[in-house]
């Protein structure tokens, strides 16, 4: 997120219209997690990150799949294929958690801040439309559950 | 945005000050992250939403050294003629070579690749466009696609090697120099016209889409 007064109005109104209008945005769904201590915890990114040598993110129109991103993946081995070329990405380039905050996360895990960090994380390329976005949304929820998680971190760019 | 979210409503999101592309803040930085995501886990613990909170501390400002810019510090001698921009590219990526070796070496990757090809083959790719004779796709691509992870590791390559300059060059001073005073960005924007006037949509949609940035467009009077 960023400051709409930060941007240029060119900027500010193509935002916007991304989520004028929308609707399929009534429910307002709740579900209380474990205590922070006990959560295991995954991140799902729009940042369209993936492994060095998987497939790069397709057109936008069409990009609604997602990319699996092991919690044993070096930071090395992340690449970013966003469609989009209005957002930053020195700071991935300098620091991938800046957009993806596994070492962080990982950290407070060995802390015992949160429970423990997924075995598996999960990528989109957020310049797809977004409601075409749902059915691959739901999908990786059952992925999530099984991996026992209790809670997403979702970043976007 | 704020906007954005508020539009949606999700249960729970920490609305954070910082520019488009770090929603951590800081690269470098992990104090600043640790702060960041401790602030967005302890939403968590609410009892009842949706929540929509604000993240009270912005991103320091670069110093006046860091936004002052990269180009004085890049020499591009006994370069190729002013109108084969697909030798300058080559020679400008040899001339950056050095920089981009120092900074793997600092940070120990870097983020080129997502194309599967060396550098100066992705340049070579752009140059056979400019000289109106495209290389093959990259396998189950179209030539949008293909291009569209060729630039992308370009431009990584270049964003890379510059914030390894001294002076630690800030993200809209790079983006700068690179749309400005280099002949990538000359030749970016000369694949940006072929492809908008080509009978392909895939480089159509590449051209007017998602090369060049919206606001470089408008600096340079481009839309």
Request: hydrophobic letters at 45%; charged letters at 25%; glycine letters at 8%.
């Amino acid at each position: 997120m960023v400051r709409l007064a930060d941007l240029p109005e060119f900027e500010r109104e193509h935002l916007l219209a991304k989520t004028r209008g929308l609707t399929g945005f009534e429910g307002r769904p709740w579900k209380k997690p474990p205590p922070l201590a006990q959560c295991r915890i995954a991140i799902v990114t729009t940042a369209g990150l993936h492994r060095r040598g998987d497939r790069p993110f397709g057109p936008s129109a069409t990009a609604t799949d997602y990319r699996v991103i092991p919690g044993d993946t070096p930071a090395s081995e992340l690449v970013m294929s966003h469609q989009s070329v209005n957002f930053d990405r020195s700071g991935f380039q300098e620091d991938h958690n800046v957009v993806f905050p596994l070492d962080r996360l990982r950290e407070l895990a060995r802390e015992k801040v949160v429970g423990s960090v997924a075995d598996y994380h999960y990528a989109f390329m957020g310049a797809a439309p977004i409601k075409q976005l749902a059915p691959k949304a739901r999908e990786l929820a059952g992925l999530l559950k099984q991996d026992r998680v209790d809670a997403v971190l979702l970043t976007p760019v | 945005m704020r906007e954005n979210t508020a539009d949606m409503h999700p249960p729970r999101a920490l609305w954070v000050p910082f520019m488009l592309g770090r929603p951590f803040g800081v690269p470098g930085d992990a104090a600043f992250q640790r702060r960041v995501l401790l602030a967005v886990l302890q939403l968590l613990e609410a009892d009842a939403g949706p929540v929509l909170a604000d993240y009270p501390e912005d991103a320091p400002q670069p110093s006046e050294e860091e936004a002052a810019g990269v180009a004085c510090v890049v020499s591009f001698g006994r370069a190729p003629r002013e109108d084969d921009l697909g030798a300058l590219l080559a020679h400008e990526i040899e001339e950056l070579a050095t920089w981009h070796d120092l900074a793997v070496r600092r940070r120990g990757r870097t983020t080129t690749g997502a194309s599967g090809m060396a550098i100066p083959q992705a340049a070579r790719v752009v140059a056979s466009y400019l000289e109106g004779k495209p290389a093959p796709n990259l396998d189950g691509m179209s030539a949008g696609e293909t291009l569209k992870v060729v630039c992308d590791d370009l431009r990584a390559y270049y964003v890379e090697a510059a914030a390894a300059k001294p002076g630690n060059p800030d993200a809209q001073a790079i983006l700068h120099w690179f749309w400005h005073d280099t002949a990538a960005g000359r030749a970016f924007l000369e694949l940006r016209k072929l492809c908008i006037a080509s009978n392909d949509r895939s480089l159509q949609v590449f051209g007017g889409n998602t090369l060049v940035p919206r606001a470089v467009m408008h600096a340079l009077g481009l839309r």
